[in-house]
């Protein structure tokens, strides 16, 4: 959302990235500005370092001369946001580390635009992490990835573009499971196993308390509290002749209600055989599917039989390079030929053109002679003009009769003095004789040139014309004995045409092939349903298995569960009137019991007590039949709490057994292997998409074992590994594997947030319409989905398609960002 950067490597002044309302971006400058810097900045705020700086150093920075450097970004992942600073500083002795860090987490509707960017420090939220130990640990949490994963599905570096492509598959593996959150279900296994060994636990303890209950409170005990009950009532003397009676009642009514609980046990038991509606269509379902096999396996060797015949007969047709390389020779002959005469012509024109040179070369040469010698003429009459204007001068001092200042004789005459100075003339004739001269000698350089460039055009033209003349004679050579162009031409159209049928024999031969695997995957499925019915059908005959059930025909499954389901209505008509039978005799039962009641209350209202005195034969039998109710009352109540913790044990032994089924099926080779194989399945599937269309039709990505290969369908369909392939096919591969990562995982992610994805590597190495296709993808990503995309480019074509650009300069003093759109 927001980026604040002092100090900061080529960001010597404050500096802020905007990224409010920016779905769509591109980090522009020239060569050095300090784009990558910015993505530099982003991974050293979260995690303490940048994919350039190789070691784990944090002096890279710090900008040169600098002894502090801050970076802050506020930022929103899984719908929350955060504000994440680094600070290093340099000490006196010249060492840089990190000495202050923060992650706070911000309100839902804090505003990043708030911020002044002077202060980077200040507080703006809880914090989650207040030193660079705690942020480390945090911020994985947060984002969902360490920085090993980060750089390879987040933030694709320079020189680190195809690390996911090649790495390994347990690295592989690794980014997967973390970003599908697969440790969560290591979790519920490692709590399963743990509930497991509590239900254990606890179950031991009740055993020894379950046990001695048991022992305490048997029936043998009770029969025997209630023989003492029985007992201690005869020591009355009417009261124990009754109580026989009512107790042989109370027994039958007893027995009869048992014998009907029994019986209605095994009519509940019954009931739970019920045959499923398609028991006797599952094992024709398997049969059906077992035959589809085999047809779709007779498809796929025909299939495979036509593609190799189509092969063969590739293979042993004309080579297709052979007969592209002799077209280009007839080709290069005509180009040479008709280039070799129009070198004809130059040459004549070269030499022509040299002839005239030479002339004016030498008509140059001496009119520069000939004004050379006027300009020697000139100097030589202006030295003797220099000679007479003295002598004029000095003869203004003579006298006549006087002696003769230079020589001391006397002068006889003093000479006429000239009108003019004599060095006027001769100077201007100076002056024209050396501009003639100055103008010859431009005129033989000009001249000298012209011959000279003549001459270079006759020596270049002879030598394209024999080296043209030679090439020729030796593609005559080549070509001696070769076929015509049109016979050439015809062949090298009947090998496309095979290519063009072996092609579709290779898709019949995989649509076969598709068609084997789902008849396979349907003969499985159709199995499993069955295996699932016999499962039914054994545990609901388990359900019985104490009732004697039949045998089963393992044979045919409808039969089976016909031969149960009869002899369980047969078990059920018998029951109902056993049922009936019992409580008719629990009815007659419950009548002697009244009887003997009101046969007992005649007593003691009639007979009364023996008494040794007055009132105490009554008070003792009472006392001797309270003590031996009591005994049997808590003896029932032992009972009682034996069966609840019986009860208890089964629901604690039913929790362990699935808490242990389910720590089985969460085992690392079952459930997570296959939720692994799902994920990669779905990466590749959109990695080969987006592959596809950027080498128009010629790659798809696929996997084996966990590698990646390639098919090349110009190749006849070989497969490849990816590592076979040039600069620009695996930026290309990797590209469409960097967009599939981050639109296919950030959907299947339950751990990890794919938001953004930010390129910064090879799209200068792309021709122009690999260029377009992977500037229509990148417009596609950034407009389906919320996910920001960003990229690092210096191409002008893929800049201008981008809504919104950060320009980066830089001068001298620090680097700078301005946003633009």
């Known amino acids: 959302m927001r980026l604040d950067m002092r100090g900061f490597a080529a960001f010597r002044q404050p ?263 398609d028991a006797a269509s599952l094992a024709a379902s398997a049969n059906e599917a077992t035959a589809r096999i085999a047809d779709a396996a007779v498809a796929v060797g025909a299939a495979e039989e036509h593609e190799e015949k189509l092969r063969h007969q590739l293979d042993s047709g004309p080579d297709p390079a052979a007969i592209a390389a002799v077209l280009n020779l007839h080709e290069e002959r005509g180009k040479v030929a008709t280039r070799l005469t129009a070198l004809d012509k130059d040459l004549a024109q070269a030499q022509k053109a040299h002839t005239a040179a030479d002339k004016q070369l030498k008509a140059a040469h001496k009119a520069s002679a000939a004004a050379s010698e006027a300009v020697t003429s000139a100097q030589q009459a202006l030295l003797t003009a220099q000679t007479a204007d003295r002598a004029a001068w000095l003869r203004r001092d003579l006298v006549a009769g006087h002696a003769c200042p230079v020589c001391e004789q006397t002068v006889a005459k003093v000479p006429a003095q000239p009108e003019k100075p004599a060095m006027v003339a001769a100077k201007h004739v100076v002056a024209q004789a050396e501009d003639e001269a100055e103008k010859a000698r431009k005129q033989l350089e000009r001249a000298d040139l012209a011959a000279r460039e003549s001459d270079r055009k006759v020596t270049t033209a002879q030598a394209s014309h024999d080296q043209l003349a030679a090439r020729l004679s030796e593609v005559d050579a080549m070509l001696a004995g070769t076929e015509s162009q049109e016979i050439l031409r015809g062949q090298l159209k009947a090998v496309e045409t095979h290519k063009r049928e072996l092609a579709a024999a290779s898709g019949e031969l995989r649509a076969a092939r598709e068609a084997h695997r789902k008849a396979s995957l349907e003969a499985q499925q159709a199995q499993e349903r069955l295996r699932r019915g016999w499962r039914d059908f054994d545990a609901a005959r388990d359900t019985v298995a104490v009732l004697g059930p039949p045998s089963a025909d393992r044979d045919d499954l409808g039969r089976a569960w016909a031969s149960m389901s009869g002899w369980a209505a047969e078990q059920v008509t018998t029951g109902e009137k056993q049922r009936a039978r019992l409580r008719k005799e629990h009815d007659t039962a419950s009548g002697e019991v009244t009887r003997a009641m009101a046969s007992l209350d005649e007593l003691f209202t009639d007979s009364g007590l023996a008494k040794p005195r007055p009132g105490e034969h009554q008070r003792a039998a009472a006392v001797a039949v309270e003590r031996a109710s009591a005994v049997r009352e808590r003896i029932i109540q032992m009972q009682a709490q034996a069966e609840s913790l019986r009860s208890q044990r089964a629901a604690v032994e039913a929790d362990r057994q699935i808490a242990s089924t389910l720590a089985q099926h969460l085992r690392a080779n079952n459930f997570e292997a296959w939720l692994l194989q799902e994920a990669l399945e779905a990466l590749v599937s959109g990695a080969s998409g987006i592959l596809r269309e950027l080498s128009n039709g010629q790659y798809d990505l696929i996997h084996d074992d966990r590698e990646f290969f390639v098919v090349d369908h110009h190749d006849a369909g070989l497969r490849r590994a990816v590592r076979t392939l040039s600069g620009g096919e695996t930026f290309q591969a990797s590209l469409a594997l960097a967009l599939a990562l981050a639109d296919q995982l950030g959907g299947m992610s339950s751990n990890a947030s794919l938001e953004s994805i930010m390129l910064d590597e090879g799209f200068g190495t792309l021709d122009a319409s690999t260029l377009d296709t992977v500037a229509a993808t990148l417009e596609n990503l950034a407009a389906t989905g919320n996910r920001m995309v960003g990229v690092v480019t210096h191409v002008p074509s893929l800049a201008e398609r981008i809504p919104v650009r950060f320009e980066i300069t830089k001068d001298a003093r620090s680097a700078r960002v301005e946003r633009i759109g």
């Not at 409010?20 to 993505?39: E, H």
């Not at 719908?79 to 580390?97: C, F, I, P, Q, W």
């Not at 980060?150 to 690295?171: D, N, T, Y």
């Open 15 to 277: 500096a802020v990235v905007d990224f409010t309302d920016t779905d769509f971006f591109a980090l522009i400058g020239p060569t050095g500005s300090g784009k990558s810097t910015i993505l530099d900045a982003m991974c050293f705020a979260l995690y303490g370092t940048a994919p350039r700086w190789g070691a784990r150093s944090v002096a890279h920075a710090l900008a040169p001369s600098a002894t502090e450097a801050a970076v802050r970004l506020i930022f929103e992942a899984g719908g929350s946001r955060y504000a994440v600073t680094r600070v290093v500083r340099r000490d006196g002795k010249g060492r840089a580390s990190t000495r202050a860090a923060a992650l706070q987490a911000l309100s839902p509707g804090f505003d990043p635009s708030t911020l002044d960017g002077s202060e980077l420090l200040n507080e703006l939220g809880e914090a989650l992490a207040g030193s660079p130990a705690e942020l480390d640990t945090a911020i994985v949490d947060v984002v969902g990835l360490p920085y090993d994963q980060f750089i390879k599905c987040v933030v694709l570096p320079q020189g680190e573009f195809a690390a996911f492509l090649h790495a390994k598959p347990a690295e592989r593996q690794e980014i997967l499971v973390r970003l599908l959150g697969l440790d969560v279900y290591e979790k519920v296994r490692d709590r399963a196993t743990g509930l497991v060994t509590e239900a254990a636990a606890q179950l031991a303890a009740t055993e020894p308390v379950l046990a001695e209950l048991t022992a305490a409170a048997s029936e043998e005990a009770l029969e025997a509290a209630e023989e003492d009950l029985h007992l201690m009532t005869r020591i009355t003397d009417l009261v124990e002749k009754a109580l026989p009676v009512l107790a042989k009642a109370q027994e039958s009514r007893t027995v009869a209600a048992n014998a009907v609980a029994e019986v209605e046990k095994r009519l509940s038991l019954l009931a739970l055989v019920r045959p499923p509606r």
